[in-house]
């Protein structure tokens, strides 16, 4: 699988490379030897494994992200849950308290009895 990110990553360090060899190529006397010094050094282990470990904190670090949003997400989902119980548990309260206002009340009869 290709990653785009890894990839123009590459392009630019590779793009400053060369950029930095046609420098060096102008520049110096031993310029030319610099650049070949910098072509064989993009070619090599050493860089192709600093280029891996940059290559698999990238991953690791999208795999966190992606790992932190879909826990936010269900944090979310929850609290969104609790918030709507929560309205509507007020709804119903509000609701009862109205219809106890609203209805008429009877009148309330007293019996006497008396000796």
Same mark, same amino acid.
């Given at each position: 699988?290709?990653?785009?990110?890894?990839?123009?990553?590459? @392009?630019?360090i590779v793009r400053e490379a060369v950029g930095e060899i046609g420098q060096?190529?102008? +520049? %110096?006397?031993? =310029?030319? @030897?610099k650049a070949v010094q910098m072509f064989e050094y993009i070619l090599s282990d050493h860089?192709? +494994? %600093?280029?891996? =470990?940059? @290559?698999?904190s990238i991953a690791a670090l999208r795999e966190h992200q992606s790992k932190e949003r879909q826990w936010h997400s269900e944090?979310?989902?929850?609290?969104?849950?609790?918030?709507?119980?929560?309205?509507n548990e007020r709804r119903e309260i509000a609701a009862r308290m109205l219809a106890i206002a609203e209805t008429p009340t009877k009148p309330i009869l007293k019996v006497c009895g008396g000796t």
């Amino acid at each position: 699988m290709v990653n785009f990110g890894l990839t123009a990553s590459l @392009a630019e360090i590779v793009r400053e490379a060369v950029g930095e060899i046609g420098q060096l190529r102008s +520049s %110096r006397h031993d =310029g030319e @030897a610099k650049a070949v010094q910098m072509f064989e050094y993009i070619l090599s282990d050493h860089f192709i +494994s %600093r280029f891996k =470990g940059f @290559a698999e904190s990238i991953a690791a670090l999208r795999e966190h992200q992606s790992k932190e949003r879909q826990w936010h997400s269900e944090a979310w989902s929850k609290q969104t849950r609790y918030y709507d119980e929560m309205e509507n548990e007020r709804r119903e309260i509000a609701a009862r308290m109205l219809a106890i206002a609203e209805t008429p009340t009877k009148p309330i009869l007293k019996v006497c009895g008396g000796t």
